[in-house]
């Protein structure tokens, strides 16, 4: 299917008026009446967009960008949404969750209940964002997320397969098992290995989705799990899972940890002489972030992760205007940091997200935009984003591509770089040829 063009910028794209139209026929006083009492304080059709991520706490590393990116749209759409003939003020309300499932809910409560948000907008792993399309949902509010397998956000609320989708207001794009599995393949296949796999799943969302559906795939492709089980997080021994993994010659190491998580298991595997037997390390969840991989020190090095977004996706934000390489240069420029591949994923929901506040028609009444986001089609700054045609009700599904974390040549900016194995359609974006072996 070919890609469609990409959308105009959302602080322009023409919306029908029809909540004016509304006002004026049926009379002032009998839509105050239909307003909530802080709409009818605020005197104006404000459009209110919640945004929630993890700023602080263990998944610190996936909201680092995110100031960057509120303030980015800030600026762009210039506080307004256009609908037809009239301009609608725009206001964003980020929140951090401080890495806290518990905050997450509430902080979600909280922009329902007393901001009343029209859209709620909610990233970066299930940890964040199931809390949170769950307090949606249960409120009749408008929500769209990303960055968690969706396998994770639909089953993992309580989706069964086979059955009609119990969600109505909670949309979720994000990649999928399918895309870990066909990332892995194409990467593990780049290097001679025994075809053992380690498997580190933690008893969490991720962790228990990606054994399910996951493993079954690496099986059939000819590899062997070897799963020693489910772990808590926040785990400090994993004497145990090290000893199967080197009982068993395990030459690839996968899995779902925390990012505190995999560090002390990594680190106890060097001292323990697994990282030595070790020749490809791909973790799902953690070496996502160059904060990541300089925590682990030389451990970090090596490491290669699937990247939901890096400056080789050749798609323009139709909220910024701004393709990949111009993204990069804007943040490294405003905050003096190394670029991570959530700042393409978090203004892929502003992307998505006005958009559909748009082509609702009425930006205020939650049926007409969950409306519009069932019809979403639009290309993003991670790709096209089609509820349309997702795997499941509710999904869209965006590609995931190999990447490896290499030490940057001397002279380099920042220590670190960040290559694609496997998307070579921008020319100007480093491609490696080869994936690197794992070693210490």
Same mark, same amino acid.
């Given at each position: 299917?070919?890609?469609?063009?990409?959308?105009?910028?959302?602080?322009?794209?023409?919306?029908?008026?029809?909540?004016?139209?509304?006002?004026?026929?049926?009379?002032?006083?009998?839509?105050?009446?239909?307003?909530?009492?802080?709409?009818?304080?605020?005197?104006? #059709?404000?459009?209110?967009?919640?945004?929630?991520? !993890?700023?602080?706490?263990?998944?610190?590393?996936?909201?680092? %960008?995110? !100031?960057?990116?509120?303030?980015?749209?800030?600026?762009?759409?210039?506080?307004?949404?256009?609908? $037809?003939?009239?301009?609608?003020?725009?206001?964003? /309300?980020?929140?951090?969750?401080?890495?806290?499932?518990? +905050?997450?809910?509430?902080?979600?409560?909280?922009?329902?209940?007393?901001?009343?948000? #029209?859209?709620?907008?909610?990233?970066?792993?299930?940890?964040?964002?199931?809390?949170?399309?769950?307090?949606?949902?249960?409120?009749?509010?408008?929500?769209?997320? %990303?960055?968690?397998?969706?396998?994770?956000?639909?089953?993992?609320?309580?989706?069964?397969?086979?059955?009609?989708?119990?969600?109505?207001?909670?949309?979720?794009?994000?990649?999928?098992?399918?895309?870990?599995?066909?990332?892995?393949?194409?990467?593990?296949?780049?290097?001679?290995? @025994?075809?053992?796999?380690?498997?580190?799943?933690?008893?969490?969302?991720?962790?228990?989705?990606?054994?399910?559906? /996951?493993?079954?795939? /690496?099986?059939? &492709?000819?590899?062997?799990?070897?799963? =020693?089980?489910?772990?808590?997080?926040?785990?400090? @021994?994993?004497?145990?899972?090290?000893?199967?993994?080197?009982?068993?010659?395990?030459?690839?190491?996968?899995?779902? =940890?925390?990012?505190?998580?995999?560090?002390?298991?990594?680190?106890?595997?060097?001292?323990?002489?697994?990282?030595?037997?070790? +020749?490809?390390?791909? !973790?799902?969840?953690?070496?996502?972030?160059?904060?990541?991989?300089?925590?682990?020190?030389?451990?970090?090095?090596?490491?290669?992760?699937? &990247?939901?977004?890096?400056?080789?996706?050749?798609?323009?934000?139709?909220? &910024?205007?701004?393709?990949?390489?111009?993204?990069?240069?804007?943040?490294?420029?405003?905050?003096?940091?190394?670029?991570?591949?959530?700042? $393409?994923?978090?203004?892929?929901?502003?992307?998505?997200?006005?958009?559909?506040?748009?082509?609702?028609?009425?930006?205020?009444?939650?049926?007409?935009?969950?409306?519009?986001?069932?019809?979403?089609?639009?290309?993003?700054?991670?790709?096209?984003?089609?509820? +349309?045609?997702?795997?499941?009700? @509710?999904?869209?599904?965006?590609?995931?591509?190999?990447?490896?974390?290499?030490?940057? =040549?001397?002279?380099?900016?920042? !220590?670190?770089?960040?290559?694609?194995?496997?998307?070579?359609? #921008?020319?100007?974006?480093?491609?490696?040829? +080869?994936?690197?072996?794992?070693?210490?």
């Amino acid at each position: 299917m070919s890609e469609p063009q990409a959308a105009r910028r959302a602080d322009g794209v023409e919306v029908g008026s029809g909540r004016r139209e509304f006002l004026g026929a049926a009379g002032v006083a009998a839509a105050a009446l239909a307003l909530p009492q802080s709409a009818r304080a605020a005197g104006n #059709d404000t459009v209110r967009v919640g945004f929630i991520s !993890p700023l602080t706490g263990p998944l610190a590393g996936f909201g680092q %960008t995110d !100031p960057f990116i509120i303030e980015l749209v800030r600026k762009r759409t210039g506080g307004h949404l256009k609908s $037809g003939a009239s301009t609608l003020p725009l206001e964003l /309300l980020s929140r951090d969750t401080q890495s806290d499932p518990s +905050r997450a809910s509430q902080l979600a409560k909280e922009l329902i209940n007393e901001h009343h948000v #029209d859209l709620m907008l909610a990233t970066s792993t299930p940890e964040v964002v199931n809390p949170v399309a769950d307090a949606c949902e249960a409120a009749g509010v408008p929500c769209l997320s %990303t960055v968690d397998p969706w396998e994770s956000w639909y089953f993992g609320r309580g989706a069964k397969p086979g059955q009609p989708s119990p969600f109505h207001w909670t949309y979720h794009f994000s990649f999928g098992v399918a895309q870990f599995a066909e990332m892995y393949l194409s990467i593990w296949g780049l290097l001679p290995t @025994n075809k053992v796999v380690g498997a580190l799943y933690p008893n969490d969302a991720d962790g228990n989705a990606l054994r399910e559906h /996951l493993v079954p795939a /690496l099986e059939k &492709a000819g590899y062997k799990v070897v799963d =020693p089980g489910a772990y808590q997080d926040g785990t400090t @021994n994993f004497s145990a899972q090290i000893q199967k993994f080197k009982a068993a010659g395990v030459q690839i190491l996968t899995g779902a =940890p925390l990012p505190n998580d995999f560090a002390v298991f990594l680190r106890q595997a060097a001292q323990q002489g697994l990282a030595r037997q070790l +020749r490809i390390v791909t !973790p799902a969840k953690v070496g996502l972030f160059p904060s990541d991989v300089q925590a682990l020190g030389r451990l970090g090095l090596g490491i290669a992760t699937g &990247a939901y977004w890096s400056p080789a996706f050749p798609y323009v934000s139709p909220v &910024a205007g701004l393709g990949g390489a111009q993204l990069v240069d804007a943040y490294q420029k405003a905050s003096g940091k190394q670029w991570t591949q959530q700042l $393409g994923a978090s203004l892929s929901l502003f992307d998505a997200g006005l958009t559909a506040l748009s082509r609702s028609g009425a930006p205020k009444d939650r049926n007409a935009v969950i409306k519009a986001i069932r019809e979403l089609d639009v290309v993003t700054t991670v790709g096209r984003v089609n509820f +349309r045609d997702g795997p499941v009700p @509710n999904v869209a599904t965006t590609p995931l591509v190999g990447a490896q974390w290499l030490a940057a =040549p001397s002279g380099s900016r920042f !220590p670190l770089e960040y290559l694609t194995v496997e998307h070579a359609d #921008d020319p100007k974006v480093r491609i490696q040829t +080869r994936l690197h072996r794992y070693h210490i």
